[in-house]
């Protein structure tokens, strides 16, 4: 009994033994405590105490169970079998065939166009080189369609 330490330790609160399954209670005494870490660095304190903010603990009066964490909206979730939100609008709408809007709805860059004038100018350069490699015997197809493609952007 080293430190008083030692023998049968009764616990101080009332469940010693939690139940089977359903009849399962805490044994704790109560709602898990909000930790603080030891030794944080400058900023890590708050952000580790907000993350603990963010998600329900156990025994939180502030939240149960299916309540949303605090500060994001619910996320509403369409049933499978629900009516269309939007029944005017075609299956294909975003997407380049069938009727509906084309891709360009969907507002990305058209992969043609992010070939900027600075880059151009140094294929340009590099054109007469280009040309050579692809004209080797065993350049790929793909170097060909390459050097196509950019004499055909300049």
């Known amino acids: 009994m080293a430190n ?38 400058y900023g890590e304190q708050a952000a580790f105490q907000d993350a603990q903010a963010s998600a329900p603990m156990a025994g939180d009066s502030q939240a149960g169970p299916g309540a949303p964490a605090q500060g994001r909206p619910p996320v509403e979730v369409v049933p499978f079998g629900a009516p269309s939100m939007r029944p005017d609008e075609p299956v294909t709408a975003g997407v380049d065939i069938g009727a509906g809007p084309g891709s360009t709805s969907l507002g990305f860059p058209d992969p043609n166009e992010r070939v900027n004038q600075q880059d151009m100018e140094q294929m340009r350069v590099m054109l007469p080189y280009l040309e050579w490699m692809s004209s080797l015997p065993n350049a790929s197809p793909s170097t060909r369609a390459i050097v196509r493609r950019i004499k055909g952007m300049l």
């Open 4 to 41: 008083g330490h030692g023998g049968k330790r009764t616990p101080r609160k009332p469940a010693p033994v939690s139940g089977p399954g359903a009849l399962s209670k805490r044994t704790d005494g109560g709602p898990q405590a909000r930790r603080q870490l030891p030794d944080a660095q």
